[in-house]
């Protein structure tokens, strides 16, 4: 660097640091200002960043545009931190291009995912997918985000529905679509009693008969796990349960309707008990019914 660069340099690290002492003036910042007398501006900005509150530091974003100008502040986890909650959707983007790799950071990650908008966590997602290894950051974009978010998600990082948190969530806000989506692409979620309920209890009939009919197209001797059979019966589901039958070849669609009757009149008269005892009977006792099991 040559010497007028530096002179240049100087002059501009001057200014705004003079900057930064008004804004600070301005607000009765004067314990702050105490803190930094003699700093370098790195330093200055970095201490007002670490001790201000929350709403000083969102007007200095917003007033002080040049402070996310700063590349190299960006580096600070605890700045990349206070610019995921405070900074709106243009810094985060802004620091996600310069630099990445504070998205290494889980508590940075998750902050971007609670307060950025969905193009946000969109790109932060495609600049870093290991974001989605996080449970805790993959569960609130699951939560914030829609049915595509969601679904990529699932394809790019399938090992988050190894927590149930995550799954939950999935179920909890995701569509029809989305849950069929899930549950064709792994079934093994239906070992989670959460997601046989929901399906059972939530779940429009045609969307059930297509999950139906995806299982058994995928394993056509077993359907999924015993447990959505069972949440069928709990939630007194006599037509699903005899959808079942007939996708299975065990009885002919002149036989629907007697069939269907048939288990409302008797789920009607059990308890949970029973009526496991009945799903059991039918549907997991026969040699030609095989349910997977957990």
């Known amino acids: 660097m040559t010497e007028l660069s530096m002179r240049k340099e100087e002059d501009r690290e001057g200014s705004q640091l003079r900057l930064l002492e008004r804004f600070l003036r301005e607000r009765n910042a004067d314990n702050i200002l105490s803190e930094i007398q003699g700093m370098h501006l790195k330093e200055a900005l970095k201490r007002v960043i670490e001790i201000g509150s929350n709403e000083l ?152 008969k297509q999950i139906i009919d995806k299982l058994i197209e995928k394993q056509p001797n077993m359907l999924g796990t015993e447990r959505l059979t069972y949440n069928l019966a709990f939630n007194n589901k006599s037509e699903l349960l005899t959808y079942i039958l007939l996708r299975l070849g065990e009885i002919k669609p002149d036989d629907v309707e007697l069939t269907t009757l048939q288990f409302s009149v008797m789920l009607r008269e059990l308890d949970h008990y029973y009526k496991e005892i009945v799903v059991k009977q039918i549907f997991l006792d026969s040699k030609r019914l095989v349910i997977g099991k957990n």
């Open 57 to 208: 530091v969102s007007e200095l974003f917003k007033e002080q545009p040049w402070v996310l100008g700063e590349t190299w502040l960006l580096r600070e986890k605890y700045v990349a931190l206070a610019i995921a909650e405070l900074g709106g959707d243009e810094a985060i983007e802004n620091m996600i291009k310069e630099q990445p790799d504070v998205l290494k950071y889980e508590d940075v990650a998750l902050a971007i995912a609670e307060h950025g908008g969905a193009e946000t966590i969109k790109n932060m997602i495609k600049e870093q997918p290991d974001v989605l290894k996080y449970p805790f950051v993959a569960k609130v974009i699951v939560e914030h985000g829609g049915g595509e978010t969601i679904k990529n998600i699932i394809k790019e990082q399938p090992d988050v529905l190894k927590d149930l948190d995550v799954v939950e969530a999935i179920v909890m806000d995701g569509s029809d679509e989305t849950i069929k989506y899930m549950i064709n692409e792994h079934p093994e979620v239906l070992k989670y009693n959460y997601v046989a309920w929901d399906i059972a209890n939530n779940r429009s009939v045609e969307a059930i």
